[in-house]
């Protein structure tokens, strides 16, 4: 997430990238309704378009990495389409949370797709660092982003269930929340978004 996805590298913005973009076949809305809508009090979802993407085809998944050839790496993996959603928090002091719902042709693409995801946020242009966080589910990885502004965080975590590849995004900053605080948060929506899949 940044998941959304999450914090691109460059800071690529879907707005610029979606202008590049066909529109999609509307074949989206089918995985829309597996979008978890259980989120904390206090958080509303913001409308599609509005910082994310909401529907995501190939060439806007690819668009919002910002790396020319992560189209071809989505292709190969068997990329069908994808939902990105936002929800704001209400009250000051919480930060924002993402949720990037991704379907592949088989579990198999799922999986490299999450993989490749570790990588890539793992590498130095990216900035992350792998952590562990408490109860968080055996398969899932948890990365942490630190903000260039002070006391700022970002938390990743990501998972392969089936077909489908799950990157949740939640944003924190010191002293407002601690870390604990902001990783429990993600983990919650990381489990209830598993829970909404068929």
């Known amino acids: 997430m940044a998941l959304v996805l999450v914090g691109c590298g460059d800071d690529v913005g879907w707005l610029g990238s979606s202008e590049l973009c066909p529109e999609g076949d509307g074949s989206a809305a089918a995985i829309e309704v597996l979008l978890t809508d259980d989120v904390p009090v206090n958080y509303e979802a ?4 509005d910082e994310v993407p909401g529907p995501t085809n190939l060439c806007l998944a690819a668009a919002l990495v910002g790396d020319p050839e992560e189209e071809a790496v989505l292709a190969g993996l068997g990329f069908r389409r994808g939902y990105q959603r936002l929800w704001y928090d209400l009250e000051e002091g919480m930060g924002d ?3 990037s719902l991704y379907e592949f ?5 799922a999986a490299g797709y999450v993989r490749h995801t570790k990588d890539r946020l793992l590498s130095p242009s990216w900035g992350f660092t792998e952590i562990d966080v408490d109860d968080l ?9 630190e903000s260039p502004v002070p006391g ?3 938390i990743a ?3 392969a269930v089936g077909p489908f590849s799950i990157e949740i995004g939640a944003y924190g900053e010191l002293p407002s929340e601690t870390r604990e605080v902001v990783e429990g948060r993600a983990r919650r929506l990381l489990e209830t978004q598993v829970s909404a899949l068929p």
Do not use: C, H, K, R
């Not at 042709?105 to 693409?109: F, V």
């Not at 589910?137 to 982003?145: F, G, I, N, T």
């Open 46 to 49: 913001a409308p599609d378009g």
């Open 97 to 99: 949370l993402t949720v």
């Open 105 to 109: 042709s088989d579990p198999e693409g």
């Open 137 to 145: 589910a055996p398969e899932a990885v948890a990365l942490l982003q």
């Open 152 to 154: 700022a965080f970002f």
């Open 157 to 159: 975590m990501i998972l």
